[in-house]
Every structure is written in structure tokens, then in C-alpha cells.
């Protein structure tokens, strides 16, 4: 596809289980973000990636959350032993060029921790 | 820590009513873009800032970068109930890091 595309669409979990998200950035695109988006809220920085840099990973808000990045392709955020505030939208992007180009956002993966 | 702060957080008007959003820092910016988003989707580009005092249209919506590159307004003329949506602005810092920063949103909702 031409756009950035994320899955699943929809999580639902029970709280203490491990989720994976998975983005797929568009072709040609160096740098991918993940964001975290809790209800009625804005987007929140998790962590950056660009091209084989190390990643920017200043956003993640405790060791359950990792992410990696095979080359400029494919993401995956994970979650390990998932809490109840975990439970948000998570949103990916990503951009041509490293900082302050545009970035294009996928739909988001809804999570809830039950 | 940089931060963006929106002003107001949530607005709601009547349709043909014009509206102005703010963004607001005390760190400078490379440039700021102006994002909206919709339920259920992810944010789209509206328009991006470089140059301090920079003014952009797009149809009925106003952009302006102020003159030393920490804060920007949106001004919405005649608003339509397509406007409604979740405005974001976001501010890029090249000298410190090259991620992006967003403000918590101003959701407006335009009334038929």
C-alpha cells in the first residue's frame, strides 16, 4: 500500500500479558516513530528510529515497553506484562528524512488492558 | 524538556463562526507543523512553518509562525462541521535531537 499501515487494528488483552504491534512504514521512508495516544489526549513520543542509527529511545516509559527495527522496514513495539494504563492508541509514522519532515501517521493499533 | 502548549484545550462553535487556536513554547523551533486528526485515524499534515513571522493559507485556514520561532496560531474563518477534529501542533528541534514534539491538542467541534 501507499500509506503507512499498522497491526492489529484493534488489541484487547488481560492485564500481565505481552502484546506486539506492528507497523509498516512506506517504502523509502528512513525514520519511524511510535507514539502513544491516551483517550482525549495527544500524541506522546516513545521512540525514534533512523535508518541504522541507534534509536531515540528517551520516550519509553518504563523497561515492559521495547521496540526494534529491521533496517528501513518493519516495526514492532512491544509491551511486556501489560497494565491497565497501557490502554491507548498507538500510532506510527513515519518520514523521508530525519526530524521535522513530515511525518505520516498510520490508523493506530487500540489497545485495552483488561 | 521541551514542551508545546495549545490553547484552548477543547472549543466548540456554531458553523460560520471564525476561531483561533495557539501554540505556545519557550524553546525555538526549526519549524512547526499543524496537524489535524480525526476519529479513528491517524493525524494528517496541514501545513508546515520555517520562517519566523511566516504566515500560510490554506483555503480558510490561517497559519503563523511567530517572529522568534517558539509559538504559532491557527485562525479558522466561517468554520464548517468538517472542521471539527483534534488540532495538533508540533514543534521540530534540529540542534538538540531530531524528534518531533507535540502539544496535547485543542479539540474543536463546529456545530451544523
Known amino acids: 500500500g501507499a500509506g503507512v499501515s499498522q497491526s492489529p487494528s484493534n488489541k484487547v488483552t488481560e492485564k500481565g500479558k505481552d502484546v506486539e504491534l506492528r507497523c509498516d512504514p512506506i517504502s523509502g521512508h528512513t525514520a519511524l516513530y511510535w507514539y502513544r495516544q491516551r483517550l482525549g489526549q495527544g500524541l506522546e513520543f516513545l521512540i525514534y528510529f533512523q535508518g541504522n542509527s541507534a534509536p531515540d529511545k528517551s520516550g519509553l516509559p518504563s523497561d515492559r515497553f521495547s521496540a526494534e527495527r529491521t533496517g528501513e522496514s518493519v516495526s514492532t513495539l512491544t509491551i511486556q506484562r501489560t497494565q491497565q494504563e497501557d490502554s491507548a492508541v498507538y500510532l506510527c509514522a513515519s518520514s523521508f528524512q530525519r526530524g521535522g519532515e513530515t511525518q505520516y501517521f498510520g490508523p493506530g493499533t487500540r489497545l485495552l488492558v483488561l | 524538556t521541551q514542551l508545546l502548549e495549545q490553547s484552548p484545550q477543547f472549543l466548540s462553535i456554531q458553523e460560520g463562526e471564525n476561531l483561533t487556536v495557539y501554540c505556545n513554547s519557550s524553546s525555538v523551533f526549526s519549524s512547526l507543523q499543524w496537524y489535524r486528526q480525526e476519529p479513528g485515524e491517524g493525524p494528517v499534515l496541514l501545513v508546515t512553518?520555517?520562517?519566523?513571522?511566516e504566515v500560510k493559507k490554506l483555503k480558510r485556514l490561517t497559519f503563523q509562525f511567530g517572529d522568534a520561532r517558539k509559538d504559532s496560531s491557527l485562525h479558522i474563518t466561517a468554520a464548517q462541521p468538517g472542521d471539527t477534529g483534534l488540532y495538533l501542533c508540533a514543534g521540530a528541534d534540529r540542534t538538540g535531537g531530531f524528534k518531533t514534539i507535540f502539544g496535547a491538542g485543542t479539540r474543536l467541534f463546529v456545530k451544523a
Open positions: 512553518v520555517v520562517t519566523g513571522g
